[in-house]
C-alpha cells in the first residue's frame, strides 16, 4: 500500500498532501481526540521519543478529525513538536483503512510507518496500549 493522495489542514493552518511527505520516512498515527486521557499520553510519548525519530530521519505527524485550532491548543498545551493533520471527514483515515473501534463508535487509533517513497512498511493497532505505538513505531523504522 502506498501513501494515498490526500490534502489536509495542519495545525498551523497550512495545507498538507501526500507529496509534502515523501523524501523521508513517515510516521503517521492516527487518534481519537486532541486532550483526551489515552490521545494526550500517546502524543506526549511521541514528543518524549521525537529525538530519536529525528535521529533516524523520521518525520512523526498526528491525524484525527479535531479541528486545526483545537490541534493548535493540544500542540501547545503538551508541547508536542510535530504536526498535527485535521481530517474532519476521515478521508484519511479511511483511504489507509484505519478501523473504528468499539463497535464502530471511536475512531480508531493506529500508527503507519512508510518509507522515504510512501510504501507501507509497518502498521500496529491497539486502542488502549497507547504507549506501544511509539516502540512499534521506532522498531519498524529501525
Avoid at 21 to 40: E, I, M, S
Avoid at 45 to 68: C, K, M, Q, Y
Amino acid at each position: 500500500m502506498k501513501l494515498p493522495q490526500f490534502q489536509l489542514l495542519s495545525d498551523s493552518g497550512d495545507w498538507r498532501s501526500e507529496k509534502d511527505y515523501l523524501g523521508q520516512p513517515l510516521v503517521l498515527y492516527f487518534y481519537p481526540k486532541d486532550h483526551t486521557p489515552g490521545c494526550t499520553k500517546e502524543a506526549c510519548t511521541f514528543r518524549d521519543r521525537f529525538p530519536d525519530f529525528e535521529a533516524l530521519g523520521a518525520r512523526v505527524v498526528g491525524v484525527s478529525a479535531d479541528g486545526i485550532e483545537q490541534h493548535a491548543k493540544f500542540k501547545q498545551d503538551f508541547g508536542l513538536p510535530f504536526e498535527l493533520l485535521s481530517d474532519p471527514k476521515g478521508s484519511l483515515s479511511t483511504a489507509l483503512g484505519v478501523q473504528k473501534s468499539l463497535f464502530g463508535l471511536l475512531p480508531g487509533r493506529e500508527t503507519l510507518v512508510f518509507d522515504a517513497q510512501g510504501v507501507l512498511k509497518h502498521r500496529f493497532s491497539s486502542q488502549l496500549n497507547v504507549n506501544k505505538h511509539v516502540a512499534e513505531a521506532l522498531q519498524a523504522l529501525k
